[in-house]
């Protein structure tokens, strides 16, 4: 059992090393590619800056290409990841206008960042060389937000507490209603126009209010 249980041991080990070193080169490369651009930047960059040699970055993406749409794979689902996991069910006697609202202000909070927009930004500079970007950006950022939000309104109509006959619509809805504005301005006007707090409660329950209007029972 000491001998299964050593192997087993050093098996964990060397996948968990294995999985630092794939961390460390897409970190590297969203560094690199971030303040660089596509072209600005070479594999031999980003194994000195990750740390691992040049061969051991091809062990694990097979071109720069490949690295590049795994970088925005990552980048974006690591912001749904903090916008959607660990989210508490609405229950009973809550707040629906709070709740949603405070789910707004997470969503608005996470996307209005400096390293997230320059990811949008850097996606829609390489779209048309790279059409996939764009299909990695959109499944991880608003295709996941919409189906979230789709399932959210699905049980709540479910529970009676809204008035939605297409979920997927509402969702749609409320995704834009709270994102248009201000992403568009931070995208076209530089980190200067990313809202306060202050802003972002404002906009969120803004935008809430008049979904609410159209949805509420």
Do not use: C
């Not at 707004?104 to 949008?120: E, F, H, S």
Request: zero cysteines; aromatic letters at 8%; charged letters at 25%.
């Amino acid at each position: 059992m000491k001998a299964v249980r050593k192997k087993t041991n050093k098996a964990g080990g060397r996948t968990q090393r294995s999985a630092d070193k794939r961390e460390a080169i897409l970190e590297a490369a969203a560094t690199l590619f971030l303040r660089g651009g596509y072209l600005g930047v070479s594999m031999d960059d980003i194994a000195e800056t990750s740390g691992v040699s040049k061969q051991t970055v091809y062990v694990y993406f097979s071109n720069k290409e490949a690295l590049f749409v795994a970088m925005v794979s990552a980048l974006s689902n690591a912001a749904s990841d903090r916008v959607h996991n660990d989210v508490a069910e609405f229950r009973e006697g809550d707040d629906l206008e709070g709740y949603l609202t405070a789910y707004a202000v997470r969503q608005l909070q996470i996307v209005l960042t400096p390293r997230i927009l320059k990811l949008r930004r850097l996606v829609i500079g390489e779209v048309g060389r790279f059409p996939e970007l764009g299909a990695a950006l959109y499944a991880g950022g608003p295709g996941r937000t919409i189906t979230t939000l789709a399932a959210m309104f699905e049980r709540l109509a479910k529970r009676n507490v809204l008035s939605v006959r297409n979920p997927s619509l509402a969702a749609t809805q409320f995704n834009w209603l709270i994102m248009s504005a201000p992403l568009n301005r931070a995208m076209l006007l530089g980190d200067g126009a990313i809202p306060t707090p202050k802003e972002i409660q404002r906009h969120a329950s803004e935008g809430v209010h008049m979904f609410m209007a159209a949805y509420s029972k």
